[in-house]
């Protein structure tokens, strides 16, 4: 079974300071990797997107890497905000879904961050 | 104006009544699709909708039905709510073919099962 595992499943850290969130999976075939981040009460929003051959991918203070050997990822926040509270989710692209589709999406369990000031 | 928008945003109902939950996007994407959300699990695909004519199943279907009445709107029905299904509940759309396509997901609809 396809899995997608994240770590830590809760984080609490000062403003201002950086943190990173991990995210292992056993997805194959590999297609791509989503980080998406949830506001309490919100949708998920897409923060970055990899494909095999990318390495890091930045979006601002938020910056996303991927080892596709060891199947891992990671998304390291810089310099935290208090808007920075959320749930991030990893979010991992197979490329079979059905007879229909081609693609399937398996989602982590996320991690809660909390930033204080 | 958001572009996914769904009704309810909050729904307590009781044992047994049926409910529709409701999706409606402006974006003008073909790929419409339903996911649940429970407390310290992932996002669960209950249907997935390509066009008005094809309907999927996704992972956790039992006890759900859907209805695309047009490209812009898709309907999440419980037949006979049960307190297992009180969850989080998400639309979401995206653009065509492709893994690499990103989903759009609406604020969410918060359904209690008393």
């Known amino acids: 079974k396809n899995q997608v595992e994240q770590s830590p499943q809760s984080l609490i850290i000062l403003e201002g300071k950086n943190c990173t969130l991990q995210?292992?999976?056993?997805?194959?075939?590999?297609?791509?990797l989503r980080w998406y981040k949830q506001d309490t009460g919100r949708g998920p929003v897409s923060l970055t997107i990899m494909t095999f051959s990318e390495n890091t991918k930045s979006n601002g203070r938020y910056t996303a890497t991927l080892d596709a050997d060891t199947k891992q990822s990671s998304l390291h926040i810089t310099a935290s905000q208090l808007s920075d509270s959320a749930s991030y989710i990893c979010v991992v692209i197979t490329t079979f879904w059905g007879s229909n589709s081609g693609y399937a999406l398996n989602f982590g369990k996320g991690t809660s961050l909390l930033v204080t000031p | 104006d958001a572009d996914v928008t769904q009704t309810p945003r909050n729904r307590i109902t009781k044992t047994g009544k049926r409910i529709m939950l409701e999706c409606s996007q402006t974006?003008?994407?073909?790929?419409m699709y339903w996911y649940r959300q429970d407390p310290g699990l992932g996002l669960r695909l209950i249907y997935y909708s390509f066009d008005v004519k094809d309907i999927n199943k996704g992972e956790i279907s039992d006890g759900y039905s859907v209805s695309r009445q047009a490209q812009a709107k898709f309907s999440l029905s419980l037949e006979s709510a049960i307190p297992n299904q009180t969850a989080l509940y998400f639309c979401?759309?995206?653009?065509?073919?492709?893994?690499?396509?990103?989903?759009?997901f609406g604020p969410g609809t918060r359904l209690t099962v008393l």
């Open positions: 979401a759309t995206s653009e065509g073919t492709g893994g690499r396509n990103e989903q759009f």
């Open positions: 974006k003008g994407h073909d790929r």
């Open positions: 995210c292992n999976y056993t997805v194959s075939p590999f297609s791509n």
